[in-house]
């Protein structure tokens, strides 16, 4: 409903709204004009009116998810809701490395790959799969986090070293025809595939607005990199540049290459974490018989 309002109307007739501060959160005018507010965002409008800024601050000291999020767009959202003609979902193999540098197997990153050890976190993982979930995904994403006994240098992270992860993403790699390849990519890239992930929604599912689409966006870019929720985004985005990012496929029974396929590898400025973070929209049963 937001959503529509704020495409529907001028801020001069949505500005009256926000006049009465709100006491509680449980009226759900008061939700609705915390979305209002975060639609507003989105689109670059209300910023420095008094009475918005005002509700935006009343909402952070009621505690209101979404009062976390910037009353602008940052430039890491710069991509967020908008539409690039002929830059759709990577699919294949041939559109990945088009678009992005691969990243180069080694030997080295194998054998580093081989020693890491599970560092299972429920609740990071939940985070992190909170895009698909909320746009209801054909399937549960998998979300893993591992520790390295020793730095992986930059050149070793690579789609060799993530073979050697225990993923289920990757089981049965080399079943159907195809090499898996991983490139490197930016955080502004994998945040507004979170975005889009939400937004948009699966091919089964139902997209949400665009204030908790970026919510859920940013609690899962936090949960990749191991960050508290309380940092400053600002701060988390800074800290991001320190992180190397990787998007991979491969050809086994999780990428389909028709739908949606998503994958990514996170390496922590100690080169000794990594998170991967897995999702796909096709239908675990499309290709089992009736």
Request: net charge neutral.
């Amino acid at each position: 409903m937001a959503a529509k309002l704020v495409r529907a109307q001028h801020l001069r007739d949505i500005e009256p709204l926000f006049v009465e501060l709100p006491d509680g959160l449980s009226d759900p005018a008061v939700e609705l004009r915390a979305c209002l507010l975060g639609e507003l965002a989105l689109i670059g409008s209300g910023d420095g009116r008094r009475s918005l800024e005002a509700y935006a601050e009343r909402l952070g000291e009621l505690g209101h998810p979404l009062a976390r999020l910037p009353r602008t767009r940052l430039d890491i959202e710069h991509r967020f809701a908008v539409r690039v003609r002929g830059l759709g979902s990577v699919k294949t193999v041939k559109q990945l490395r088009s678009r992005f540098p691969e990243a180069p197997s080694t030997d080295g990153g194998a054998v580093v790959g081989r020693g890491a050890s599970d560092a299972r976190d429920d609740g990071r993982a939940n985070a992190a799969a909170l895009p698909f979930r909320a746009g209801g995904w054909a399937r549960e994403p998998e979300a893993r986090f591992f520790t390295l006994p020793n730095p992986l240098s930059l050149d070793d992270f690579g789609i060799s070293f993530i073979k050697e992860l225990p993923l289920r993403c990757l089981a049965g790699e080399g079943s159907r025809r195809g090499r898996a390849l991983a490139c490197v990519t930016t955080a502004d890239d994998v945040l507004n595939e979170l975005f889009t992930a939400s937004y948009v929604g699966g091919v089964n599912g139902q997209g949400q607005g665009g204030a908790y689409a970026r919510l859920y966006a940013w609690d899962s870019f936090y949960a990749l990199m191991g960050m508290p929720t309380g940092v400053p985004l600002l701060e988390a985005v800074r800290r991001a540049a320190d992180h190397r990012w990787l998007r991979f496929m491969a050809f086994t029974d999780w990428f389909h290459h028709d739908t949606s396929d998503l994958a990514f590898a996170v390496l922590d400025p100690t080169r000794t974490r990594v998170a991967v973070l897995a999702a796909t929209d096709t239908d675990a049963h499309r290709d089992r018989p009736a």
